[in-house]
């Protein structure tokens, strides 16, 4: 069983940037492509970035493709969103998660393991 905790999220204005993260809880989480996904009110999860577990592929959503990046740092167990020119659209509770398997994967039903979610706001 593996256990997610992200953190780093909050209020910023627009144009701004934030990092968000995600530790792990098992030691190494080495073998698990990761994923961050969000959900804004009144409308269902969508995919915002995932990596593998080697960290060599990436893959973005198109509405966050050159603003976001994701990356992760084995050592720490904990793979990173850093958000840049966030907008107002961008408000959501952003979900990190993790699949059994060490390629990427965009859709939801590939992951295994969620974690809470952390709320990220952005003013206009």
């Known amino acids: 069983q593996v256990q997610l905790a992200e953190s780093g999220g909050g209020l910023v204005q627009a144009g701004g940037s934030l990092r968000l993260s995600c530790a792990a809880s098992?030691?190494?989480?080495?073998?698990?492509?990761m994923g961050w996904f969000r959900q804004a009110p009144g409308k269902e999860r969508e995919f915002v970035a995932a990596?593998?577990?080697?960290?060599?592929?990436?893959a973005y959503a198109d509405s966050v493709q050159c603003r976001f990046t994701i990356s992760k740092d084995n050592a720490k167990n904990t793979v990173y969103l850093q958000m840049n020119g966030l907008k107002p659209e961008d408000t959501a509770v952003y979900y990190c998660?993790?699949?059994?398997?060490?390629?990427?994967?965009?859709?939801?039903?590939?992951?295994?393991?969620w974690g809470q979610g952390t709320q990220v706001t952005v003013s206009s």
């Open positions: 998660a993790a699949r059994l398997l060490p390629v990427i994967a965009t859709a939801q039903h590939n992951y295994r393991y």
């Open positions: 098992e030691r190494s989480f080495s073998p698990y492509g």
């Open positions: 990596i593998s577990w080697s960290g060599s592929s990436t």
